[in-house]
């Protein structure tokens, strides 16, 4: 099966500017996460979509941060502005049950 | 919410000695447990999981702990191998259906020396 997509690979953005990632998950996954993989940490949750709708947000800085599923398939990730912290690797992940399937991931460098 | 702690955050081992990670949950509810191997620049990818019901899994050179009484669960790999360098980290998620969140340990570093 083909895996989860995520793009683009890399990004170098400046502080205040804003970013857009973007994920397709594994057909058939209703569920699907976004983590956030600061340098030397484990994957935090931001969010997490069953189908279209947002299960879980409450690890989500909703003041810069946004999240959206619209069609219950491919998925969006948005900073506006994007602050010197938020450099990290953006992970999108899709399940079917329990089990994870994570894609490459995004590595967003704020400067 | 749960919470994970993992330990060591880095282990160094000599090649063919074996290697264990550790980690602690703090809700008692959590019943899925996997673990995932990051190597440098790639995604997590799953490697083991066990579920609360079973109390040890085993697959080739990696097997996995888990005591419910003391909320820990640890990872095991013997005859280790230099290409078994990478980070490892545990993960838990408690019941409630299909698609749950993942709350992760912070990691730990393994080093295989040939």
């Known amino acids: 099966e083909a895996g989860v997509a995520q793009s683009p690979r890399y990004k170098i953005i400046e502080k205040r500017q804003s970013v857009a990632f973007w994920c397709n998950p594994i057909?058939?996954?209703?569920?699907l996460y976004w983590y956030q993989q600061i340098l030397g940490q484990g994957p935090k949750l931001l969010i997490q979509f069953q189908n279209n709708g947002v299960v879980d947000d409450s690890q989500l800085p909703k003041d810069r941060f946004s999240a959206e599923r619209l069609k219950g398939v491919d998925s969006t990730l948005k900073i506006q502005p994007a602050k010197l912290e938020d450099s990290a690797v953006y992970l999108c992940?899709?399940?079917?049950?329990?089990?994870?399937?994570f894609g490459s991931g995004t590595r967003l460098t704020v400067v | 919410g749960e919470n994970v702690e993992q330990h060591p955050s880095t282990l160094s081992v000599q090649e063919g000695d074996s290697a264990v990670i550790k980690c602690t949950y703090s809700?008692?509810?959590?019943?899925?447990f996997p673990w995932y191997k990051q190597e440098l620049g790639k995604r997590p990818q799953l490697i083991i999981d066990i579920r609360s019901n079973v109390g040890e899994k085993k697959d080739q050179r990696i097997a996995v702990t888990l005591n419910k009484t003391a909320k820990h669960f640890s990872l095991h790999i013997t005859e280790t191998q230099p290409e078994d360098s990478a980070v490892y980290f545990c993960a838990a998620t408690p019941p409630g259906g299909a698609g749950n969140m993942l709350t992760f340990g912070g990691g730990t570093r393994l080093m295989v020396k040939p």
């Open positions: 809700d008692s509810a959590s019943n899925y």
């Open positions: 057909s058939g996954h209703a569920t």
């Open positions: 992940a899709s399940s079917l049950t329990a089990g994870y399937t």
